[in-house]
Structures are given as C-alpha cells and as structure tokens.
C-alpha cells in the first residue's frame, strides 16, 4: 500500500527557508511524480510545485517561481520542498501528495504544520 | 490560469438527503480532468472522484461526478454522517499549472 510520510512542525523567523520532507513508500517513486500542495489555516488548497524524479523534471506555480525548489533522493525514495523568503502568509500547512501521471493527487501526506513568526 | 468558483460556499443538509455541489471553471478544463476532493478537520484532503465522473477506489457508490466543459458536478445521493466535509474541486487539465476551487462545506442541519 502506497504510503507517504512527512516531516514534523517546523517554526521559522520571517525571511528564513523551510525545508520539509516527504517520504514514499510501496514502489511508486519510481513510476510517478510528486506534488506539493499548501492549505493556510483555514483556507483552501494551493499547488505549489511537483517533480517527477526519474525523468528529472520540475514545475513550479508561477507565484512561487524563485522561492520554491522541490528535489528528489532517488536513492531514500524522497520527496523535498524548501520555500525560501518566509513571510507570514506562508504559515500553512502543507501536503505532498503522488500524482499517478494524470494530474489527480492520490494518496496524500499528512501534512506539515509550518509556522512564520518572529 | 483557470479558476475555478465552487458553489454554493455552505450547504446544510440532514442525513438522507442528497446533496449536489457545483465547480464552474474560467474557460474550458481539457479533456474533463476534474476531480473532487473530500477534506476532515485536521485530515488531509481524500481522492473521490477524477476524470470528472470516475470514481476513486474505495469510494462509496453515493458519491457521483458529472459534468463536462466549463459545468461540474459532485452529488451525493444519500448523505451519511461520515460525508459531512468540505469538499474541492481540481482541474489538471492545464497541466502542470494545477488549479483548486475554493471550497464547498458541507454541514449537518
């Protein structure tokens, strides 16, 4: 059974990165891609970025170009997110979540409590 | 990007009721790639349905999508107690530039 496991709570000064971590289990590293999705308390969902690690291609959503790097550790079946330039309004938590190739995200983490504040 | 505008933003229904949300996008979504989403307090978000009409393995057979161009729809036939969620809708049919609508809380009445 697919299963994917992220990293825990991270606070961060305003201006610093974050770097979170996704852990994937049951093959499917190989054959799919990996989305980050972020929800800010109470808000909706927003896509930040994806990587498909074995083909070695990256998008990114235009509003975090810059900001946002996603890798991949073939070797650990991992999945990484690191924003940089903290600011408040990126408090949320976020999500990894395998995309079968489609564009539809299933299974998903946990999810990552990430709190900006000085 | 394509938006996509979710209505109506609350809805409360009882158990046994059916329940129909809707998903309008800012242009047409190719080849129907929507999907739907179910989300609980403090979970992360459940696969229901993609392709606009297919359903997700596991998924209860009251839980249906129709719909196609720019018009989509997720209705559950029969409410349950356990339905009661907010639920999103998906488009990839841009993709990668992957978009969310912003929601539909289902409540209990």
């Known amino acids: 059974q697919v299963q994917l496991v992220q990293s825990g709570a991270e606070v961060k000064m305003p201006g610093s990165s974050v770097k979170v971590s996704c852990k994937t289990s049951g093959g499917t590293f190989r054959r799919n891609t990996v989305s980050w999705v972020r929800q800010a308390p109470g808000q909706g969902l927003e896509w930040l970025g994806r990587?498909?690690?074995?083909?070695?291609?990256?998008n990114y959503a235009q509003k975090f170009q810059g900001r946002v790097t996603i890798i991949a550790d073939k070797f650990s079946d991992t999945a990484y997110l690191e924003l940089s330039s903290l600011r408040s309004e990126d408090a949320a938590t976020y999500y990894c979540a395998i995309d079968g190739g489609f564009g539809y995200f299933d299974p998903w983490g946990q999810g990552t409590l990430v709190i900006v504040s000085s | 990007e394509i938006v996509l505008t979710q209505s109506p933003g609350t809805l409360s229904l009882s158990p046994g009721e059916r329940a129909t949300l809707s998903c309008r996008a800012s242009?047409?979504?190719?080849?129907?790639?929507l999907a739907w989403y179910q989300q609980k307090p403090g979970q992360a978000p459940r696969l229901l349905i993609h392709g606009a009409s297919s359903r997700a393995t596991g998924v209860p057979d009251r839980f249906s999508g129709s719909g196609s161009g720019t018009d989509f729809t997720l209705t559950i036939s029969r409410l349950e107690p356990e339905d009661f969620a907010v639920f999103y809708c998906?488009?990839?049919?841009?993709?990668?530039?992957?978009?969310f609508g912003q929601g539909t809380r289902l409540d209990i009445k």
């Open positions: 242009e047409t979504i190719n080849n129907n790639y």
């Open positions: 998906q488009q990839y049919g841009s993709s990668p530039m992957y978009t």
């Open positions: 990587i498909s690690p074995y083909v070695g291609t990256r």
